[in-house]
């Protein structure tokens, strides 16, 4: 038992920081990287929020990994893509047509780590019997959030410093992407030693792709089939609304001069505000939900998440009228609205999980979580578009107002006062 302890250690912490990484260049540092490039609101939200996709359409092709190679193979496989992938864009972001070619090369990395999820997480559930898995699932969840704190925070101050030490911002984004390419290659060749070989690793043998096929859409079907489909899809879709406008905005608001209605920060202390004590206030108010739904049911929470969630979302309508703020003020505020954020988010992952419940369990949360993909792809695209058309003052108060649709579609729930709750 302690060898297999060990062995755990060894890999668990750090195949999840290469989970989180990836995720964390393409959705948040892109962003940064292009607003520093001088790319618009509108364009940055747009082509980013497309990267959305291969997470949208992961369970289409999640069946297909099982048929070829072994989870082993394809974690290492992925690996070498997503470091090929940072060092696509290092090289391209000097260059005069670096916005194409570096979401080209972010496009690699997105479906790379897409499939990187789900070998993953299948080879997690191959390697661990059930009691591991309950006993390590805090650990990875842990070393997750420290992979997001690394890129969101340390990368992106990385950065900043680099900028100021040279003064040639694409210089020092190119070289930011290749110390994060350098150190992915490095986790490639680590786990390439340590990760075991688990004897039920295997492709199947026994399955052809026709019959997976056939397979998915018959699960397709019955989750559509199950109670309250049409309502659990408009709660999957809209109970983040707020939240995924303010997404692609935030950091743009937070580094954007005064001159446009932003704070005027620098590229490190958005780093320390968003990247690093956001990314604690999320981690914080999503332990704290979970404690409190594991004691009184997800029914009774409910309502105090959704409140949760949408409240604090005012921290950005004051910051966005009252913009003279020392970097203290601005991180507790930032603090305080993803501490609600991850305290009512835990409300929509556990929804995720109730409406799942059956037979096919794990194809169903599969799509659940396309769903949730989509819910941020969506209204991401627009957010760019809209705040340039209405300015970031105007912006949040429109956030304010999706709040509404949040609680509308909260009030259609209908959950079993029971589920989540602590047995006795």
Not at 90 to 103: N, R, W
Not at 380 to 385: E, K, L, V, Y
Request: aromatic content about 16%; hydrophobic content about 50%; some cysteine.
């Amino acid at each position: 038992m302690k060898n297999n302890t060990l062995r755990a250690w060894k890999w668990i912490p750090s195949l999840y920081i290469a989970e989180a990484l990836p995720y964390v260049a393409v959705m948040t540092v892109s962003v940064m990287m292009y607003k520093r490039l001088d790319i618009s609101n509108t364009d940055i939200a747009l082509y980013t929020s497309w990267l959305y996709l291969p997470w949208v359409i992961k369970p289409l092709w999640s069946p297909f990994v099982d048929l070829i190679k072994t989870k082993r193979w394809w974690i290492l496989t992925m690996q070498l893509l997503i470091g090929a992938g940072l060092a696509g864009v290092a090289y391209t972001i000097p260059t005069s047509y670096f916005f194409q070619t570096s979401l080209a090369f972010f496009w690699l990395m997105a479906f790379s780590s897409a499939t990187h999820d789900i070998a993953a997480d299948g080879f997690y559930m191959l390697e661990l019997n059930t009691h591991e898995q309950a006993l390590y699932v805090g650990i990875r969840s842990t070393f997750y959030r420290i992979g997001t704190i690394a890129g969101q925070g340390l990368l992106i101050m990385l950065a900043g410093t680099l900028e100021a030490y040279t003064k040639r911002i694409a210089y020092s984004w190119s070289l930011t992407f290749y110390v994060l390419a350098g150190c992915f290659l490095a986790m490639l060749i680590y786990h390439y030693f340590v990760l075991p070989h688990p004897k039920t690793d295997r492709p199947l043998k026994t399955t052809s792709a026709g019959q997976l096929a056939k397979d998915f859409f018959k699960t397709f079907i019955t989750f559509f089939q199950k109670p309250q489909a049409g309502t659990a899809i408009l709660f999957m879709l809209l109970y983040r609304l707020p939240e995924a406008l303010l997404v692609k905005i935030c950091n743009l608001f937070l580094i954007d001069p005064v001159t446009k209605g932003g704070l005027g920060l620098s590229t490190q202390e958005v780093g320390l505000v968003q990247g690093t004590v956001g990314v604690l206030g999320l981690t914080f108010g999503g332990i704290i939900g979970g404690i409190a739904v594991s004691k009184g049911g997800l029914k009774k929470w409910l309502w105090p998440m959704v409140a949760s969630l949408t409240i604090p979302d005012l921290v950005y309508v004051y910051l966005s009228y009252f913009s003279d703020h020392s970097i203290p003020v601005i991180s507790s505020l930032v603090f305080i609205e993803q501490l609600g954020y991850g305290f009512g988010f835990t409300a929509y992952m556990l929804y995720l999980i109730y409406y799942s419940r059956g037979t096919q369990q794990t194809a169903h949360y599969a799509i659940c979580t396309a769903f949730m993909a989509l819910s941020m792809m969506l209204p991401g695209m627009i957010a760019g578009w809209l705040q340039e058309a209405v300015g970031y003052k105007i912006f949040f108060l429109v956030v304010m107002l999706c709040c509404l649709i949040t609680v509308g579609v909260s009030a259609l729930l209908h959950i079993d006062p029971k589920f989540g709750k602590e047995r006795e």
